[in-house]
DNA sequence: CGTCCTATTGAAATTCTTCAACACTCGTGG
DNA sequence: CCACGAGTGTTGAAGAATTTCAATAGGACG
């Protein structure tokens, strides 16, 4: 036990954090990147690890949620639903990206995971109450709130004035882009696996599983994509993707 | 001279901030609610009213643009381009929103004036500074940013899943709240003259100009509408007017 | 081996778009 | 005062894109 206690102390002395804290990947990226190792340690106080497994469910639509979280893997779909039971993606996050909707009680959106999902959660409360000690922290969820904006506006053009394929092509593209955020391999080769099955595609790109098949089955036939055990896609060119993202007319 | 000078100070010291924005409607609502009179004075040192008439562009693509602004009266579209001419509305701003893209310099959306706008401008150095200074301020972006994400996904969900009637509905609904926000006239009828014109109207909802009109047409038909001059639209039952933006198929 | 889940494919039906014609309003200038 | 054109909105008919309905196939699992 004095062994635990000192190694503790030492990680605060040393500006490294709680252990569980120093063991995260998300540690720097998220919005824990911003908080001052003491507060990481007051934080941790009151964290939980959860895992969920595809299409569980980590908050409902109306929940009074009293917790936020950090995605540290998987992929969480935030989706909308109307009483006759249409649904639609309205967003994807992925790690190492802060989840939960800061003040305010209730949202009308749900959020499932996609994939096996794991995260770190903690109660709103403490977060709320470290905001004001660290203007940093605020201005992070302000950030991750104008970059979830920006996204969504991206995805308003999308929806509103692609085709299928554009539509598809933009959702494998986006993928294809998270998965190598810098654009590194911009002329070789990419190969990922695809986070969605196709119904949650279809609810992503407000088509049906049909017409995304299809859509599919038409980028593969000319080369732009090539398909393995219906989730795992290669893109040759990453460029010529790009092009179909846009013009398709 | 003197006259003016004892006033403004007076301004000041009774706490009511300069004569510039007692005047302002927006005063209260929108962003400077947040500023105490000083920095209210401060601001009001560089601000500038600025009027623009229908469709004139306020910020274009890719400006650099040095400045933010709060709308004072008219509406505001938010607009992106895709290379071939296909353009859609992702967002609408109103009266007393903050325009303006917080800690980027570029924005891949251009701002429109889609009636008759006037706002009230000023360097962003100036508000970025008294962010840091009060707290109060950047929540209150950090509101707007997630107002308007809790909006574009609202949006999403009608533009991924509704069908024409249903999206035509939906932002002649959409109209009809921002008119009366507390849904007061939840029984009465609500008349209010429409801010877009068809074109705007089809880019907003990722229609053509012909189905939001044949849509509309449909609408006044069956006494869901009224509509005058093209323009002025009656809502006899709202109720009515929201039974339609669901059930449709 | 049967069942469930996921994905693909085909044919018919539907929705929305495209193309084309026309109507209305408003300002300008002969 | 009227003709003209530009800008805006409506309507019809044909065409294209997407959905719906239906059938099939493969893999995972008990």
């Known amino acids: 036990m004095a062994r635990t206690s000192l190694a503790e102390r030492q990680d ?11 063991a995260c990947e998300a ?6 990147g911003a908080l001052t190792p003491n507060q990481l340690v007051a934080l941790s106080k009151h964290t939980a690890r959860h895992a969920y497994g595809s299409d569980e469910e980590l908050a409902a639509t109306g929940d009074d949620v009293r ?14 639903l109307m009483a006759d039971g249409r649904q639609q ?34 109660p709103k409360s403490v977060i709320e109450g470290m905001i004001d000690q660290s203007p940093e922290l605020g201005h992070r969820l302000h950030e991750q709130a104008l970059k979830e904006l920006d996204e ?11 085709s299928a394929t554009e539509k ?10 998270h998965v190598d955020p810098e654009h590194k391999a911009e002329d070789g080769p990419i190969c ?14 407000g088509l049906t599983i049909e017409t995304v098949s299809r859509q599919i089955t ?17 893109v040759p060119d990453l460029r010529r993707l790009r092009e179909c993202c846009e013009v398709d007319r």
Chains 1, 2 share one sequence.
Do not use: M
Request: proline content about 3%.
């Open 89 to 122: 993606i309205v967003g994807l996050q992925f790690a190492p990206d802060f989840l939960g909707r800061p003040f305010k009680r209730q949202s009308d959106v749900s959020a499932e995971a996609a994939t096996d999902v794991s995260v770190c959660s903690f």
């Open 218 to 234: 038409k980028l593969r036939k000319v080369g732009t994509i090539v398909v393995e055990h219906n989730r795992t896609v290669t």
């Open 27 to 32: 540690r720097h990226r998220g919005i824990c």
């Open 192 to 205: 990922f696996e695809l986070p969605l099955k196709r119904a949650d595609i279809a609810d992503f790109l």
């Open 152 to 162: 969504a506006r991206d995805w308003i053009l999308t929806l509103g004035r692609k």
């Open 12 to 22: 605060i002395h040393n500006s490294e954090g709680p252990a569980l804290c120093r």
């Open 168 to 177: 598809v092509a933009s959702f494998l593209y986006l993928i294809a882009s």
């Open 67 to 80: 917790r936020y979280a950090n995605i540290l893997s998987g992929v969480v779909k935030l989706t909308r």
